[in-house]
């Protein structure tokens, strides 16, 4: 029996068309698209996610940027320019997320 996926882990039987969503359309179909690299979209959606504070998503999306060949320094510079654009606040929750996700690797 394969594994779970991350979203099977999170929400289970609780909203079954959610993770079927969240596994065939976003990572099994918009993230596998090719007219992006994967290292490209992690870029897209770390900063997408700081931009709307959703801090929450924030760990497995930076985790999943470092195997898609984003170094911890250049995740650390996109959310320091990303501090000018949307805003201190928001910089400051996403690097504090970043230093904990980065220590784990460590």
């Not at 179909?29 to 504070?53: K, Y």
Request: no cysteine.
């Amino acid at each position: 029996m394969p594994e779970p996926s991350p979203a099977q882990r999170a929400i289970g039987d609780f909203a079954p068309k959610f993770v079927q969503l969240t596994d065939d359309v976003l990572f099994g179909d918009v993230w596998e698209r090719t007219d992006l690299s994967p290292r490209d979209r992690s870029l897209i959606t770390v900063a997408s996610l700081l931009t709307s504070s959703s801090f929450e998503q924030l760990p497995n999306h930076l985790r999943r940027a470092r195997q898609n060949g984003l170094t911890e320094t250049e995740l650390k510079e996109a959310i320091i320019h990303l501090a000018f654009y949307a805003g201190w606040p928001r910089a400051m929750s996403a690097i504090q997320v970043a230093k904990t996700v980065f220590a784990e690797d460590h």
